[in-house]
């Protein structure tokens, strides 16, 4: 089975009739996917041997009426999308710099059922095997304009598990969580990538909402542990310690 046709069949096991609403017009979510992988492959540039970088973040720029009618429906749209950019990296053998994100934006210039897709290379932050975060060039440090309250991670370097600690690399460091889902892993193209072996490409999602902030594992091979025990799926309060191979860290949402 296809990317295109995952992506089509993951649709259909939604809530049925939601889409089907929203897309009243010409415009249908697989025109859309298949966009996306067209722009991937238009824009693909060879950087080194054996890789091939291609762009992460993604704008559908759609008709007033047609963007109204999807909002409800947007976010959901828009995982399922960066998913599909990410299976079809892999397919073809591509390489993100970033997270894959997919945003939608009215255009008044469109008329109802055209859309275009603008796309960019955005890269993303990482943590290396010595537990320092790192933000490219022009990005913000992590804590920069932090919110009072706002979920994070304090990632302890050299295998440390209180929070606090100083380990023999150094002190311990802040990744904020700003977006509904947050991937981590060691992928390229995950919101905190972690430089460690015993990490998975794609270990666990956070997923926020509202004041709840839940963790999944991704089906992980070494596994994810919380506060010491193997989880599949965890709920994550203030001071919860989560393991992934040789990195801990701890949520925070004061």
Known sequence: MGVLQRF?????????????????SELQPVEVASAVQREMDERAAIVAQGRTLVPNDFIVELAASDKERLEVYADSLGQELSKL????????????????????RSDEGLKTGRFRIRSGVVRGTMVSKEGEVRTPVGDPAPGAQRQAGRP????????????????????QQSFELTTPVTLLGRGTDCDLRLVDNGVSRHHVE?????????????????GTFVNGQQVRQARLVDGTRISLGRTTMTFRRD
């Open 8 to 24: 089509e069949r993951r649709l259909e096991g939604m809530i049925e009739g939601t889409f089907a609403m929203a897309f009243k």
């Open 85 to 104: 950019a990410r299976d079809y990296a892999t397919e073809q053998g591509y390489s993100f710099v970033g997270p894959v994100r997919v945003h939608f």
């Open 152 to 171: 994070r991670l304090l990632i302890s370097p050299g295998g440390a598990t209180a929070e606090g600690s100083i380990a023999s690399h150094g002190m």
């Open 206 to 222: 956070i997923r926020l909402d509202g004041d709840e902030a839940i963790l999944v594992d991704k089906g992980s091979t070494n």
